[in-house]
T-cell receptor, first 109, second 115 residues
């Protein structure tokens, strides 16, 4: 089955800096790659996604890039704010979701 | 996205007992999914619940331990049977988005503590 690895497990940045979280996947058949943000005690929220026929997608301060050849995709958050502090999960989908292990992002004011 | 609710939001149970978690969606959805999130961990798919057929379980999860019902296109239940402290987790249901383009949206979760 699919194997999704996510790095780093924790990330601490200064407010205003950029944050990058990286994921790799193993199954070349995976065709959908969402990113979820989970605040403490809350449900995972879909924040951005990318499909296998696209290399990059942006939504305001967040962007996702996909390299199908290398089987990796990344989440980029620019101009980070304290409210970006949360756990972020990547996932790869082929018939079902396989989640990465999560990255705890701490944005220091 | 669909509006998803779960009951109960949390519960504390004694070992050996069972708990049934309900998931209600405000629109008809073909596929509903049940996940487990152990403390500080990622999400693990337990099973996929399809209306009109038996649930499909992932490796490591069995029907006797996690029976699932899917009586209609807006509702599903997950039962955690014969509980032990190792079952203490957050249980989340999720549904595919209305556009059926792989997006999944999660319910608020049920926080289960087994003593």
């Amino acid at each position: 089955g699919e194997n999704v690895e996510q790095h780093p497990s924790t990330l601490s940045v200064q407010e205003g800096d950029s944050a990058v979280i990286k994921c790799t996947y193993s199954d070349s058949a995976s065709n959908y790659f969402p990113w979820y943000k989970q605040e403490l005690g809350k449900r995972p929220q879909l924040i951005i996604d990318i499909r296998s026929n696209v290399g990059e997608k942006k939504d305001q301060r967040i962007a996702v890039t996909l390299n199908k050849t290398a089987k990796h995709f990344s989440l980029h958050i620019t101009e980070t704010q304290p409210e970006d502090s949360a756990v972020y999960f990547c996932a790869a989908n082929f018939n079902k979701f396989y989640f990465g292990s999560g990255t705890k992002l701490n944005v220091k004011p | 996205s669909a509006v998803i609710s779960q009951k109960p939001s949390r519960d504390i149970c004694q070992r050996g007992t069972s708990l049934t978690i309900q998931c209600q969606v405000d629109s008809q959805v073909t596929m509903m999914f049940w996940y487990r999130q152990q403390p500080g961990q990622s999400l693990t798919l337990i099973a996929t619940a399809n209306q009109g057929s038996e649930a499909t379980y992932e490796s490591g999860f069995v029907i006797d331990k996690f029976p699932i019902s899917r009586p209609n296109l807006t509702f599903s239940t997950l039962t955690v049977s014969n509980m032990s402290p190792e079952d203490s987790s957050i249980y989340l249901c999720s549904v595919e988005g209305r556009e059926k383009n792989h997006e999944q949206f999660f319910g608020p979760g049920t926080r289960l503590t087994v003593l």
